[in-house]
């Protein structure tokens, strides 16, 4: 039970930090772009395997999720 009560917390901030991101990226236009970091890394790897790279707003969703996922899959 307080494996999930931890993924839930990881989740939950994981959204919150991303919300806050977005929110900032659109008042800051100098704020830190790591959503193209992701995005980079994202086709990087896909292209590694083999895979045609994403586009667009299925590259924005992949790598968001990916990104909230990751953080709030990470144990410290």
Do not use: C, W
């Amino acid at each position: 039970m307080k494996i999930i009560k931890n993924i839930i917390g990881g989740l939950a901030g994981a959204i919150a930090l991303n919300l806050l991101h977005e929110t900032v990226k659109q008042f800051d236009h100098d704020a830190p772009r790591v959503d193209l970091v992701g995005e980079e890394a994202l086709n990087k790897g896909l292209e590694a395997i083999g895979t045609e790279p994403l586009e667009g707003n299925s590259l924005y969703a992949a790598t968001l999720a990916g990104d909230i996922l990751s953080n709030a899959f990470t144990i410290a």
